[in-house]
Nanobody
Framework: QLQLVESGGGLVQPGGSLRLSCVAS????????MGWFRQAPGKAREGVSC???????NYADSVKSRFTISRDNAKNTLYLQMNSLKPEDTGIYYC?????????????????WGQGTQVTVSS
């Protein structure tokens, strides 16, 4: 059974950092394209970053130069390093997997989702 479990969220002050993890089970991570999404209260879900099966990555303009997506194939784990956090980064963060080679910022193209982890950026 394919499963994704996120962790690493929490409360952080503006300017702080967090690293989110997404542990995959039931499949091999590097056979899938992976994505991170977030949803703020009252807003639609949005793509934050994604990584192709080959390892190249993409970022939303709002997080470029602040967030870094990476993958540890030995641990079957996806990461999202978030630096210089802003209040507008607050939301529930989800990781997702798709069996295609190329990743996408569109959630409908993903087949599997984790349960989410809450990130709150506030002073």
């Amino acid at each position: 059974q394919l499963q994704l479990v996120e962790s690493g969220g929490g409360l952080v002050q503006p300017g702080g950092s967090l690293r989110l993890s997404c542990v995959a089970s039931g499949f091999t991570l590097d056979d899938y394209a992976m994505g991170w999404f977030r949803q703020a209260p009252g807003k639609a879900r949005e793509g934050v970053s994604c990584i192709n099966s080959g390892g190249s990555s993409n970022y939303a303009d709002s997080v470029k130069s602040r967030f870094t997506i990476s993958r540890d194939n030995a641990k079957n784990t996806l990461y999202l390093q978030m630096n210089s956090l802003k209040p507008e980064d607050t939301g529930i963060y989800y990781c997702a997997a798709t069996s295609t080679y190329y990743c996408s910022g569109y959630g409908l193209e993903y087949d599997y989702w984790g349960q989410g982890t809450q990130v709150t950026v506030s002073s």
